[in-house]
């Protein structure tokens, strides 16, 4: 037999070629071809080499019929939202840039692997790692106009916590910017305003004596500022400045501080920065004015 087999178009409910099953088949238009499942149209091939899926929780299924333990999946997951899932299983991007086979390539690579997010690039056989460019920093937390509790005693102020592989790479960093303002009117001490990474004080403002009274308070504004950078998995360097401007005197004092922090495996542990202060009989003598948290990887 020769030539072609014509027939009407059908429609969902009816379509032209239609199986065992009631109301399920293939129907057709000017424009598309269509597949309908129980009387509703499920997918499209239209004009322009157009692939339409009908159902909201849509999905392409690679590697098999159905979704099981090692079929990647494309699904619909809101309006203008495509996610890739499977259960609790991490799922993995390659981009590549060349590909002559599975043995000879060079391609990027966005992953879970043990719980954290990495973007890679990757290469084998005849291809070259290169590199990847990403923007120079992102803000990690800020806080602002945060006082202490109680009115004695040291007290954390601001808590950041950096999450496990947060700094991927030797020499990637954080850098910390803090200021505060201490006051004191009863002819003793100002409290204090510091940082400490991971427990361990880093940086402390002075605590020096001063000529404050109940009619003309002593006043400080203290500015901090601290690099935090990866050396290997367990040692963090750090280094900074703290300012602090005597606003009644007109002083200013400038003290530079280094030093190096053992931490637990950071690609596996988070590790914490706190800002801490202490007050001087009042909360309002300690006063957080800021607390910026920036990460910067190469």
Known sequence: MTGAISGHDGTAAAPMYAGATANSGICFDSTSTRVSVNGSNLFQF??????????????????????????????????????????????????????????????????????????????????????IHLPAYFLLASASDVSPASTTGEQDLSS???????????????IVNASAILTSNNLVALGTFHLDIDGTEAMVSSDAPNQGSASNPDTDT?????????????????RGVFHNYNDTAGSYEQVIVTGVEAVTDIDSNSFT???????????TDVIQKTMDVQVVTQ
Request: hydrophobic residues 30%; contains cysteine; proline residues 2%.
């Open 160 to 174: 950041v916590t950096v999450p496990a592989g947060t700094l991927a790479t030797n020499g990637d960093k954080i």
């Open 222 to 238: 203290v500015v901090l500022s601290l690099e935090i950078v990866r050396e290997s998995t367990t040692s963090l360097r750090y």
């Open 46 to 131: 239209s004009s322009g080499a157009k692939l339409g899926l009908q159902d909201n929780g849509a999905g392409i299924i690679f590697g098999g019929l159905t979704q099981s333990a090692n079929t990647p999946c494309i699904f619909k997951t809101a309006h203008n939202v495509l996610g890739q899932y499977n259960s609790t299983t991490g799922q993995t991007y390659e981009l590549y840039n060349t590909r002559t086979d599975g043995s000879n390539y060079e391609r990027a690579a966005w992953t879970w692997e043990s719980n954290i997010c990495k973007l890679k690039s990757e290469a084998a056989g005849t291809g070259t790692q290169r590199a």
């Open 273 to 283: 920065i706190v800002s801490r202060g202490t007050p001087d009989g009042a909360t």
